[in-house]
Every structure is written in structure tokens, then in C-alpha cells.
């Protein structure tokens, strides 16, 4: 879709900003509002009950505040304490301003909430404005680029509440503002409802990824082979000439090691050996390939080396991920490596585990954390193909899951590709730069639109 641009142009005053349409003006955020503050800087700790503690991560994409999905609460108590600067109220902005630049959201609710140090909130006062569309205008790529080029710090991004009051501000008659607004709210709910459909296709996909897998380790690729009670719950039937066992038959299972304490002493550190650590499983897709972290001759003496092509398998906190180690390397105690026996091919022993992971997790110990130990895993049960047939099985789903990879991959570009154009047509529309007037007229007159598509062609305008 394109939009006309305006007849009549000005320059803005600002060199980058570039120009704006004729009968607009420029001033400052600050003079529209009555404060712009952030909440006392401390790090409440969570209760099971009590207030919403939102932080830039709950400024969700779709342009709202996430009061639902696993946000953080606080005490009554530690509310009041951080209320004492500010209390986020409705129609208030929530501005991201740490770390992650740029996010804005209108809080469009009652509810009592309060903010991380983080976010700030900006309380526009002025009557000739429509808050909505400054929120809009705060969530475009125009500002974010003039907070780029106000943070301080070398590190975290760290932006000043007085840097925010001076950022520069487009300014249209009021009932153009609220045209804006109403056109951006019909368009970007088109664009969110895209991407919706696109989150919930990569959501299916995992699940078949997943049935796929557990199906073809418990159950194999012969539909047509007699079958048999496994004994064991999760497995179910198996067929009939498999054999069920302990993991303990299957591989080896051998803990990872740092014995010294504190973990993070830097004395062991910065050397020449490969330290893996269970964020490069989680963010493997097969294979370990890469490491952060190095110990030297120090460090290695208090850790344990594992040999290339061993199955590592996480057992605390992200209980259940694995991938194959590319190179030699130490793990710490968080970790395990399995080394199959001439009965177990590690390719199948890598999809077994996956299909295993449920079962684990069921096993595994609660305190802080999950935590899953040696024994635990050596006497879960699971079914034993003949060699042979357990590389047959590695191969089909080595294919299977490249499809299911090579769909997710198409569904997050389509979704990248909608949230550019999401962030281009907001920026687009509150700084000037295409004429939406004429639309929102017509949509008032009940005129039909074509509805944004999500394919390749929806290059950003």
C-alpha cells in the first residue's frame, strides 16, 4: 500500500529530521509535559501475589503492556516505596530508556502497576495534543535514532530523563493527530494480526517437530510392525522386536566438573581450552560449533574434558537441551555428556533425548531451580532399536526437522519483514512523510481497504 505525500514542505530546523509538511510545527517533549520521571532505582523482589512490575520486556510488540504473561509481581509495600517518584496512571506513556532504547507504550488501564528503573513515564499534559499519537511518535524510528545520539555510557544504552524532555517533536493541528492516530490503529492492528497468525504457525510447527520426533524414537518407521506393551507410561506400545532398557544400557552418562568455589574466579579463566556452557546447548541447533568461555591450565585441573561428538545434555535450569560437541571441551557441573555403547548411535540418541525431555523434567528435583542428576537420568527407561534401524530413524528425521527449520525460518522472516513494515508506516505517518488524511476520511465513510499481506513484497515504505 502507498500513501501520497504532502503538497506543501518546510524544513524542521533539526539536519537529520529533514522535512516537515507546511502547517506543522516543532517544540520540544518536555513542553507538552506536566513530568517525565522514572520510579525509585531499586530491584523489588518477586512475590507470588501483588502488584504488576513491568519492564522493557513487557512493552509487548503489539503495542501494548503485558499485565498477563509471566510478569513480574511486588510486594504491597515495595509498590508504595517505588510509587514515591511516580505512579504510572492511565494515558500516561511508558518510555524504554536502559538498555533497550526506544519502546513506548499508552497504558490504557486502572490496574496498578509500577515500572523498572529502566522505563520511565512520560505524562503529557498539554490539551492541543493527542497522547497517542506522541506515544506513536516515541515508538518510531525517527526518535529512537535521536536517542541513539543522547545515551551515554559506552556499554548499556543509558538515557537521561532531561535528554527525553528535549527530544524534538512534529507537531500537526490536534484533529490531525488523531487522524494520524486512528489510521495508525486500523493498520497496525492488520499488521499485528499477521504476525499473530505467523507466531501461532511456528508455534504448530514445534509441536509436529516434537510429535514427529517422539513418534519415530518410540514407535520407529514401519507402521506396519507388530507392536508390544513397553511397560513404561510415556512409551506406550513399541515394537515388538525392540528392547526396552534403562539409559544407563544405552551410554555412559558422565557429569561435568568445577570443583572450585566461586565459580566465576577469575584466576581460572582466559586460557586455551573450550569451557561450554549451557547456553551454547540451548542455542545449538544440532552441533556446538562455538564457546564463550575459555579455562586455562588452572582451570582445568578442578574441570573434566569430554572428546569431540559427545551428546551434552543440560540438567539444570533448561533441564533436557542437547546437542552434539563439535571439539573437545570441559563442562561444568551443570551439564552432562553421554557416550553411547556399541548398542546406541549418537545421532538416535540425540532425538531420543528430546523425546525424553518431558519424562526428565517429571524426574527432576525442585529447589531453586530444576535439577537433574546422574542416577536420575541412568534409570529412566526408553526403547532400543537394533543399531541399524536407529540410524535409519536418525536419518528420516534428520530431513524432517531441516523441513520443519526451513518453514519456521520463512514464517520469522515474514514476521521480521511485517514489523519493519509496522515500524516504517508509524514513523512514516507522525513525522509527515506520507499524507494519510485522505484515508482516514475515507475509512470514516466506510470505505473498504486492501488488508497488508505477509509476503516478501511488503519491503518497508
Request: aromatic share 8%; glycine share 4%; hydrophobic share 40%.
Given at each position: 500500500m502507498s500513501f501520497p505525500a504532502y503538497e506543501g514542505k518546510k524544513h524542521s530546523g533539526i539536519e537529520w529530521f529533514g522535512d516537515i509538511p507546511n502547517h506543522w510545527t516543532m517544540?520540544?517533549?518536555?513542553?507538552?509535559?506536566?513530568?517525565?520521571?522514572?520510579?525509585?532505582?531499586?530491584?523489588?523482589?518477586?512475590?507470588?501475589e501483588g502488584v504488576p512490575f513491568l519492564s522493557a520486556k513487557d512493552l509487548l510488540d503489539d503495542g501494548t503492556l503485558n499485565f498477563t504473561r509471566d510478569v513480574k509481581m511486588i510486594s504491597e509495600k515495595d509498590f508504595e516505596n517505588l510509587s514515591k517518584k511516580i505512579r504510572p496512571q492511565r494515558d500516561d506513556i511508558i518510555y524504554s530508556r536502559i538498555g533497550t532504547l526506544g519502546k513506548a507504550r499508552l497504558v490504557q488501564t486502572d490496574e496498578r502497576f509500577s515500572i523498572s528503573y529502566s522505563c520511565c513515564v512520560v505524562r503529557v499534559s498539554e490539551e492541543t495534543v493527542c497522547k497517542k499519537f506522541i506515544c506513536q511518535l516515541l515508538d518510531g524510528e525517527m526518535l529512537l535514532t535521536?536517542?541513539?545520539?543522547?545515551?551515554?555510557?559506552?556499554?548499556?544504552?543509558d538515557l537521561g530523563l532531561r535528554e527525553i524532555s528535549r527530544f524534538p517533536i512534529p507537531l500537526p493541528p490536534l484533529d490531525e493527530q488523531k487522524a494520524i492516530s486512528s489510521f495508525l490503529d486500523v493498520e497496525t492492528s492488520k499488521i499485528d494480526g499477521l504476525v499473530s497468525e505467523q507466531r501461532r504457525l511456528i508455534e504448530l510447527l514445534k509441536e509436529k517437530r516434537q510429535a514427529v520426533i517422539s513418534h519415530a524414537v518410540t514407535k520407529g518407521l514401519n507402521p506396519n510392525a507388530p507392536m508390544k506393551p513397553s511397560g513404561i507410561q510415556w512409551l506406550g506400545d513399541v515394537p515388538q522386536h525392540w528392547t526396552v532398557k534403562k539409559l544407563r544400557y544405552f551410554a555412559e552418562v558422565l557429569r561435568g566438573k568445577f570443583t572450585h568455589r566461586p565459580r566465576n574466579d577469575p584466576a581460572f579463566y582466559d586460557g586455551d581450552f573450550p569451557f561450554v556452557q549451557t547456553g551454547e546447548i540451548t542455542g545449538a541447533s544440532k552441533y556446538i560449533t562455538g564457546y564463550?568461555?575459555?579455562?586455562n591450565e588452572r582451570g582445568i585441573s578442578v574441570s573434566k574434558q569430554f572428546p569431540k561428538g559427545t551428546l551434552v545434555m543440560a540438567i539444570a535450569a533448561n533441564i533436557?537441551?542437547?546437542?552434539?560437541?563439535?571439539?573437545?571441551?570441559?563442562?561444568p557441573d551443570s551439564i552432562v555428556g553421554l557416550v553411547p555403547n556399541g548398542t546406541a548411535d549418537v545421532m538416535f540418541m540425540?532425538?531420543?533425548?528430546?523425546?525424553?525431555?518431558?519424562?526428565?523434567?517429571?524426574?527432576?528435583?525442585?529447589?531453586?531451580?530444576?535439577?537433574?542428576?546422574v542416577e536420575q537420568i541412568c534409570s529412566l527407561s526408553a526403547a532400543c532399536p537394533p543399531v541399524k534401524e536407529q540410524q535409519a530413524i536418525a536419518d528420516f528425521l534428520d530431513k524432517q526437522v531441516?523441513?520443519?527449520s526451513q518453514l519456521q525460518a520463512e514464517a520469522e522472516r515474514a514476521i521480521e519483514l511485517l514489523q519493519?513494515?509496522?515500524?516504517?508506516?508509524?514513523?512514516?505517518a507522525v513525522t509527515g512523510k506520507i499524507d494519510v488524511r485522505e484515508f482516514t476520511s475515507c475509512e470514516r465513510q466506510g470505505a473498504s481497504r486492501r488488508p497488508v499481506r505477509a509476503t516478501k513484497q511488503n519491503e518497508a515504505k
Open positions: 517544540t520540544r517533549l518536555g513542553r507538552l509535559c506536566s513530568d517525565i520521571n522514572d520510579v525509585n532505582h531499586e530491584m523489588p523482589k518477586a512475590v507470588y535521536e536517542a541513539r545520539m543522547r545515551t551515554k555510557g559506552i556499554g548499556v544504552p564463550r568461555q575459555t579455562l533436557g537441551d542437547v546437542a552434539i560437541l563439535d571439539f573437545p571441551a570441559y563442562f540425540y532425538f531420543l533425548m528430546q523425546a525424553m525431555k518431558q519424562p526428565m523434567v517429571q524426574t527432576a528435583t525442585i529447589s531453586t531451580q530444576m535439577n537433574l542428576n531441516e523441513t520443519f519493519e513494515r509496522r515500524t516504517a508506516l508509524i514513523s512514516a
